[in-house]
């Protein structure tokens, strides 16, 4: 049984109280609490998908079992490992597109904004100090110019193709530029020319600055298109 | 819910406790403060609940401290609606002759738009209590708004 609509109005109407006085001046004045970074940084890596961390600890443990060798074949294996390390950053980063849930995210308590960015910066975090545990346990810092170039190489195509991509297509597209950046180190291990000797160590360099450069717009352009929704 | 929402929802509930602006005022704002003081509570949802409970409490120390107190007039913003304000000025003589809890029920009901759920929690009732003390305090207000017309 409902209550007729002109009753509930009435008892809507019966029940006002006079205004209040100092509404306004209480609730600008409220100090209510608010999350602190580090805190909201904590609760969104407790929201970070099992799988990555899965896969993070796999290709650490492949890349732990060959720097008992450490040779310059070896580096190529581990190259060509790093661009999944870094699909697994994109895919978290670009979850909420996947599932179609990134308009609604927009509007919500922690914007898409920054769960995004706190979510790059924890996985983000992670993998950098996987990468500095490795090579320094191998003892060879000097090869982190090797790992980073694919590592960032697949993160500016994974953040680019789910730019464009939306649904599970931007999934796809996220693990073919890993392929493809992973079967680009091979092709260049069998090339014929010794990429890794100490000639080619600036060029290295300079492929790095440039795909940090690129990678660094394209986050940028990728924090841009999650920005809150704005009424008005 | 906003907070602006939430004030005016908790307002209305300790004004038709205390019976008095100013301390339906204070007992709102006492409220909100002691609410953000459990800073750990308000991460977790159910707000609404929370804050009638404590308001709730709040009410009954001040009545037991300051027991009488008129019943002051509300502002009547609906001269242009003639029959809605008839209507519900006998509402509000009918309320008077509801004891607290039929009232308390009628205005989180159907006043303040507070889900059953809720009102389980703060009342320490099943839903289906609720549904049952809802519609007998309905029933009740119904009858005396028929005597009034008579």
């Known amino acids: 049984m409902t209550m007729k609509r002109a009753m509930k109005q009435a008892l809507r109407q019966a029940f006002t109280p006079p205004e209040p006085e100092n509404k306004r001046t209480f609730l600008r004045t409220l100090p209510s609490p608010r999350l602190s970074t580090a805190a909201f940084v904590r609760q969104q890596a407790g929201a970070v998908r099992g799988w990555v961390w899965l896969v993070s600890l796999a290709i650490l443990a492949a890349a732990l079992r060959l720097l008992r060798t450490a040779d310059r074949a070896d580096l190529w294996s581990l190259a060509a490992m790093m661009p999944f390390l870094a699909v697994t950053a994109v895919a978290e980063c670009a979850r909420s597109r996947t599932y179609g849930m990134d308009e609604l995210e927009k509007a919500t308590r922690f914007s898409l904004k920054s769960v995004v960015l706190a979510r790059m910066a924890v996985v983000g975090l992670a993998h950098l100090m996987l990468l500095a545990f490795l090579l320094l346990l191998g003892g060879r810092v000097g090869w982190a110019v090797y790992l980073l170039v694919p590592y960032l190489l697949s993160t500016l195509l994974g953040l680019a193709a789910t730019r464009r991509l939306r649904g599970r297509e931007a999934l796809y597209g996220c693990f073919g530029a890993a392929a493809l950046v992973s079967s680009g180190a091979a092709l260049l291990q069998f090339s014929g020319t010794a990429w890794l000797e100490q000639a080619f160590y600036g060029r290295w360099l300079a492929v790095l600055a440039a795909a940090l450069a690129a990678t660094a717009w394209e986050s940028k352009q990728f924090i841009r298109q999650t920005e809150e929704l704005t009424w008005n | ?150």
């Open chain 2, 1 to 150: 819910v906003d907070l602006e929402e939430q004030y005016d929802k908790l307002y209305r509930y300790c004004y038709w406790k205390l019976r008095s602006r100013e301390a339906a005022e204070d007992a709102t704002q006492e409220t909100f403060l002691r609410f953000y003081a459990n800073t750990g509570y308000a991460e977790r949802g159910k707000a609404m609940a929370y804050l009638y409970t404590i308001a709730r409490n709040l009410c009954m120390d001040e009545f037991r401290r300051c027991p009488t107190v008129p019943l002051e007039t509300a502002g009547e913003p609906w001269e242009d609606r003639e029959a809605e304000t008839l209507l519900s000025l006998s509402v509000r003589a009918a309320l008077d002759g509801l004891d607290e809890e039929e009232r308390e029920l009628l205005l989180l009901r159907y006043a303040n738009d507070t889900p059953v759920a809720t009102l389980a929690e703060l009342l320490g009732l099943s839903r289906f209590a609720v549904y049952r003390r809802t519609a007998q305090a309905r029933q009740h207000l119904e009858q005396l708004l028929k005597e009034g017309e008579e």
